[in-house]
């Protein structure tokens, strides 16, 4: 039974995969990962992500402008940066080795432990490109529950809240480790294909048919 779901198990590991790469690069380039709303000015809520401020207005739309120095930003948006990247490179080379190892594609069907060395470490790459997108927003959340929280700032200073591109980035790094893990658990089971058996017959038919010739008096 584990084989026949086999093939459908890895194509959802591999699509949930690919939307947590989507979600992760949509991540990487929302500039909502700090929202801060105004008491004097309710008409006007000023974001953050990792590349611009924005400010929004309920009738001038939305106006960004993008951070003039990477040295100048807060070491969580520094580290940030860096890991969303590595987290959309690993998730990329994790589609494209998970890809070539599935079992519906033809390519290399009869070089099954190949594939299957491929999947795992497509799977592997999933994982690790879960986590490096986990890691940012979850650091970044922490210093914002921080800043909210400390007691030295007074209380009529603005407080940076949640923005929704944190929440994004970790579905985006739920999905990949799912689709990771949905990939990794189909390596355990074994799969025969019809072309392979048939290619497995004719060889031992083929060796019987020497054996019984070099028997043969």
Request: net charge negative; glycine share 10%.
């Amino acid at each position: 039974m584990a084989s026949v779901c086999r093939p459908g198990v890895q194509l959802s590991g591999i699509l949930l995969a690919l939307l947590g790469w989507v979600l992760s690069c949509l991540t990487t380039y929302l500039p909502q990962w700090k929202n801060l709303n105004l008491e004097l000015n309710e008409l006007e809520i000023w974001t953050m992500g990792l590349w611009q401020a924005c400010v929004v207005q309920e009738e001038g739309g939305m106006q960004c402008k993008d951070f003039d120095s990477f040295l100048a930003l807060p070491p969580e948006l520094r580290i940030s940066r860096i890991l969303m990247f590595s987290s959309n490179g690993l998730g990329l080379l994790g589609l494209l080795f998970s890809g070539l190892g599935l079992d519906c594609l033809k390519i290399g069907e009869r070089q099954q432990d190949h594939k299957k060395r491929l999947l795992l470490f497509g799977g592997t790459l999933f994982w690790v490109s879960g986590i490096t997108a986990i890691v940012p927003v979850s650091w970044v959340a922490h210093s914002t529950v921080q800043e909210f929280w400390d007691e030295n700032i007074p209380d009529i200073v603005p407080r940076w809240d949640f923005g929704e591109a944190l929440f994004v980035g970790w579905l985006a790094g739920f999905c990949l480790l799912l689709g990771g893990s949905l990939l990794n658990c189909t390596i355990c089971s074994t799969e025969v294909h019809p072309s392979s058996a048939r290619y497995a017959a004719a060889e031992q038919r083929d060796q019987c048919q020497r054996l019984e010739t070099e028997t043969r008096p």
